[in-house]
């Protein structure tokens, strides 16, 4: 049979050209640009890892700012919490020296009124007595026909209302 006797000579020049084929495509792909790929990734992996590294110091950076900034932020905050401690303290002592000033008005104020107030309860009293004592002798004078002493009536009214 002729096709078998031709299948060594078929597949070997076949299998010959599938080897210069696979040796040349080694040879471009695997010489030539494999390397080229091999050292763009090299050169990722590095820029990467720079990358990486300097964005951990500016996460440092940034750590260490935001901690100073926290600390001049508490100190602020004690600073402004004293002053409105400062503040409220003026604020009553000034409070307190103005209800004093309005105590001691409304003390002499008082004092003036009781004053006041007691001399017009002696005029009344005395006016009160001056009156019984001329309505008593008017009283005394129109029902017995008695003509008393001034004195004597004053001190008799006097004695009855201290009394009672």
Same mark, same amino acid.
């Given at each position: 049979?002729?096709?078998?006797?031709?299948?060594?000579?078929?597949?070997?020049?076949?299998?010959?050209?599938?080897?210069?084929?696979?040796?040349?495509?080694?040879?471009?792909?695997? +010489?030539?640009?494999?390397?080229?790929?091999?050292?763009?990734?090299?050169?990722?992996?590095?820029?990467?890892?720079?990358?990486?590294?300097?964005?951990?110091?500016?996460?440092?950076?940034?750590?260490?700012?935001?901690?100073?900034?926290?600390?001049?932020?508490?100190?602020?905050?004690?600073?402004?919490?004293?002053?409105?401690?400062? /503040?409220?303290?003026?604020?009553?002592?000034?409070?307190?020296?103005?209800?004093?000033?309005?105590?001691?008005?409304?003390?002499?104020? $008082?004092?003036?009124?009781?004053? +006041?107030?007691?001399?017009?309860?002696?005029?009344?009293?005395?006016?009160?007595?001056?009156?019984?004592?001329?309505?008593?002798?008017?009283?005394?004078?129109?029902? /017995?026909?008695?003509? $008393?002493?001034?004195?004597?009536?004053?001190?008799?009214?006097?004695?009855? $209302?201290?009394?009672?």
């Amino acid at each position: 049979m002729p096709q078998i006797a031709q299948l060594g000579e078929y597949y070997a020049s076949q299998i010959f050209w599938m080897l210069i084929f696979f040796a040349i495509t080694f040879v471009v792909v695997g +010489r030539g640009m494999v390397p080229k790929v091999m050292d763009t990734v090299a050169s990722r992996d590095k820029q990467i890892a720079e990358d990486l590294a300097t964005a951990e110091k500016l996460r440092e950076s940034a750590d260490a700012e935001e901690e100073a900034w926290r600390t001049r932020e508490n100190a602020n905050r004690a600073e402004a919490q004293g002053l409105i401690a400062s /503040a409220r303290a003026k604020a009553g002592a000034a409070t307190a020296e103005r209800l004093n000033a309005a105590q001691v008005g409304i003390d002499a104020d $008082l004092a003036a009124a009781e004053k +006041r107030i007691d001399e017009a309860r002696r005029s009344a009293a005395a006016e009160i007595e001056s009156v019984a004592a001329d309505a008593t002798r008017d009283i005394v004078s129109r029902v /017995a026909g008695l003509s $008393l002493d001034e004195t004597a009536v004053r001190s008799a009214v006097k004695e009855s $209302l201290a009394h009672g």
